[in-house]
């Protein structure tokens, strides 16, 4: 799938987490990319990378996230997402900022390269 451009990806993101589109979300991630929650424990790949989300997608939660700042150089783009976890009631239940780096594959389309969804907050107190 991948997007047009790295500004879509937060909104493609946030769209398919919320209704719970699995293979929509995964197709947003380049075949070698890498994601991860902690940055300790790292996924590789589209197989590693449903498991390490199965958790979330499992989750009531709605995902709410909007870009703070896109950085593109050729083919190549590093964005800082700040996003909040939603319970039931819309209390937030888990928030943080995500460091994220996109590709544009030959196709044209970007995708995540890599993926650290607490990166940019992990630290903070």
Request: hydrophobic content about 45%.
């Amino acid at each position: 799938m991948g997007v047009a451009s790295p500004e879509d990806m937060a909104e493609t993101f946030v769209r398919l987490f919320n209704d719970r589109d699995e293979a929509g979300m995964l197709s947003l991630y380049a075949p070698d990319a890498a994601f991860t929650m902690d940055g300790e424990t790292v996924a590789h790949g589209a197989d590693q990378i449903k498991a390490a989300m199965a958790g979330m997608l499992s989750a009531p939660f709605k995902l709410k996230g909007k870009y703070d700042s896109v950085l593109v150089a050729g083919d190549v783009a590093v964005c800082k997402l700040r996003w909040e976890m939603l319970n039931g009631e819309g209390w937030i239940e888990m928030d943080g900022v995500s460091l994220e780096v996109l590709k544009r594959g030959g196709d044209g389309k970007w995708r995540f390269a890599i993926d650290d969804a607490t990166g940019s907050s992990r630290g903070q107190d």
